[in-house]
């Protein structure tokens, strides 16, 4: 029988809008990173919950390296966050932490990093929502698990087409707007070690983590970028001056500098 | 009868080691970068040569905004770059630059900015080379134009695996070392409107780009980069308030501050 | 300046509903595959019109070696078409040969060949048909060229997912549909080294053919399927009974019998 | 704790060299399939040994239904498998049924109806076998749980590039071969719900499939080729004749055969 230590899920929250809006006071008043963490205890994860006016923006060192995966939700301040602490988060996700963005986190600064685009896409945000639909492709995905065809969100932002991301490595689930557009609105990517989820329903006024469905998606997500193993080696910057091949070349001079090696070389050939 | 202007080629190369180091100057006495637009200019290309220490690192404005294919060798000084015009580049690329991306180029700022991973790999320079044979994969691709099904050369450094990249859009060609390594040497990525091509053979200290299928290589790169075509829209952050479909909801607030809106909504709601 | 021969296409059209369907006929009195050859025409083809119930079903053996992009267009009739014919074109367009899928062709033969899927799909046919928007994901992409971010087909069938397809090596169009469905509508998938696109717009009750957008993709579509060269050599079953290093094994037996020479090796060992 | 049921796992091998090759009894006594069930054992797979010579070639319809994962070891008598086997099992694969294809299987007819290639390569077969090196691309992949930086297999049989395969959706593995050549030798592929690994590595007279390496890359293909799990829906032809969306509209004369609604219609006109 198997004992799984349960996973430790950073839920990262920018949480302006809880403290300026409040219509989105009215809709989340336990804030949505709170949420989001209410709604995923059922499943028996480790959460801890982060907002970008705790100390370090919200990510100490020490809870950088211990976060397996992180869900991240920013909006209007994602340029607030220090490069410095990008820089961390970056090499995290590529050292394998998982990594789940939410709805305007595709203009966070970390998922821009990881994408190396724009990220941009087309946008409205009509006072009471909008219909969407949430199709699903691929009902044997790990994420997919105990999702219907499609989910009917009453009330959402449309994010529409064209989204500037890297072609993705699955796409799970692609959105209809009531207004006429479409997304691709639930893609992944890996990158280094990490596994990154982009998902696209989410608006801050919109009680969209209240259904069950969603939360089901996340929680899908969450154990899906956890799964990349921890093997005892890295994707480092790797020398390997000793061939494997017999009888094949050897690096010889890379451990003087080079300018004493040329020197010697050229005294060499003087002789 | 077509007539189509030569494809505009901006050759950028660190050229510091061909100040340097005594062996570079002997191998390429008139730069890489200066063999490199030798050999280009039979093709046909409009090329410009261009260095780290020409103003502006090598990309004044005006040369970023004209530039329709980047060929980029660097390797020592990658950090000198500035930020800011690694910004501008990257915009560029995203906006239909294409952009192939030789050798050491795998650790270049603008590299590892378009992959959004570290792009490490494994190395060994043996002093006078060992060979590596680089096989083509798909012989059909407009990269692979009149390639033979595999290419030897004779002094190659070995680029092994693992190489830390997003997985390529194509794998056109696969290294073979000597030593007992493999690489996947020639990558396609297409990140916004912008192709790039990422190609690992080219050290410094051998006459890589004197090879004729090399070269050929690379002019097949240009022609395949400089495709994607200039149409009349792009991949901006687009605000659409109206809906396409008759009686969807509109984004009507968004012109005002959201405060003021608020506020008008609590009065309204008052009386 | 370049002279470049007229690609040779052939449209293949089904061409049952034409006999058969009153209200078919009506909408394309010149056949659907009348209809596509005629509106190509200015694009400057080589342009051949093709039945099922032309001699060997419309694919005489000198037609599919000469045709280098074929336009697909079946619907009732798929399982008429010799399973020896499909072995035909199948190997056809692995040797290079372009071919664009449409519509209902989704469940041709030759595609569920080349795809190794089911390549179901969810559908609505309305009888006035309902609205389409086919929004545009690249607008760099050669076959998106000329296009605007989205078309509006006031008729069309409903397509939707989930499609069962392998994934696509680009998504290129993303339909909506009024009734709320979506559809990756516009992929590419490259086998062998022919190049397929697939586009899902095309009902024979609906004038979607005559649409000049719908055209234009359909030109840029033969432009890009047509873009494999043809090197000297192809994917073949390779033996290389000579290793390329010095030293290693070669193989010795392969040109007898396996068994006479085990017998003979047998021999040796008793010696 | 979680109970989860052991995984089905059928291991069909052709099982003729072993009838038929002095040289393949030497090296598997227990024969090919025998070795590998014996070495998965430990792994606490349910395990079911199938061969060719079985009833209804080794797979009657209640293993088909049955079977979780299979694994395919097949050589020189492909083409003897009955194309209505070969539908069956296609057919179960697209129902979520994982596959890991071995070796000399790239040409098993079951492998190319997934692919839609020719999945034609190089190939050299020296008598006492080469040197492999399989190199792991992707250390946190599930299918390289365990596995160091590469393998070196002493004996080996050399399938190299250009192989003619649809672009893979991972490349986990590139083998490097003693003689000068390379091959993607690790590639996953996902078709309908069915998870799919090729693995090269392999050959009947050279004992591989008694590495503990390469036991254990088969143990984590089968648990990563089980993950799909079955929800309730499946990718299937389905009619919608009902939108989703009030007012758009719905299908109304699929029910009656299409000639008396045309007929019907074409009597409403004259009214």
Chains 1, 2, 3, 4 share one sequence.
Request: some cysteine; overall charge negative.
């Amino acid at each position: 029988m198997i004992k799984v230590d349960p996973i430790k899920v950073t839920v990262w929250n920018e949480c302006r809008h809880e403290k300026e809006d409040a219509d989105v006071q009215e809709v989340y008043p336990e804030t949505i990173g709170g949420c989001i963490v209410d709604n995923l205890k059922p499943y028996g994860f480790d959460l801890t919950l982060s907002t970008l006016d705790d100390p370090q923006q919200g990510w100490p060192d020490a809870l950088i390296e211990s976060t397996e995966v992180a869900i991240w939700w920013g909006h209007r301040y994602h340029d607030e966050l220090s490069d410095a602490l990008i820089d961390k988060l970056q090499a995290r996700v590529l050292a394998g932490m998982g990594l789940i963005v939410l709805h305007s986190g595709h203009h966070a600064k970390l998922f821009k990093r990881l994408m190396g685009t724009s990220c941009n896409l087309s946008w409205r945000e009509a006072e009471g929502g909008e219909r969407e639909r949430v199709w699903c492709l691929k009902p044997s995905h790990p994420i997919a698990y105990n999702i219907p065809p499609y989910l009917e969100l009453p009330q959402s932002e449309m994010y529409g087409e064209p989204f500037d991301i890297p072609e993705p490595d699955e796409l799970i689930f692609n959105s209809w707007y009531q207004g006429g557009e479409v997304l691709r609105s639930g893609c992944t990517f890996q990158r280094g070690r990490g596994r990154i989820f982009f998902f696209a329903p989410g608006h801050e006024t919109f009680p969209i983590y209240r259904d069950e469905h969603i939360i089901q998606i996340l929680a899908n997500a969450i154990a899906w970028a956890h799964q990349p193993h921890q093997s005892g080696w890295n994707l480092g910057n790797w020398g390997r001056p000793i061939p494997l091949e017999e009888g094949a070349p050897k690096q010889t001079y890379y451990k003087k500098p080079r300018k004493l090696m040329l020197a010697e070389k050229a005294e060499k050939v003087k002789k």
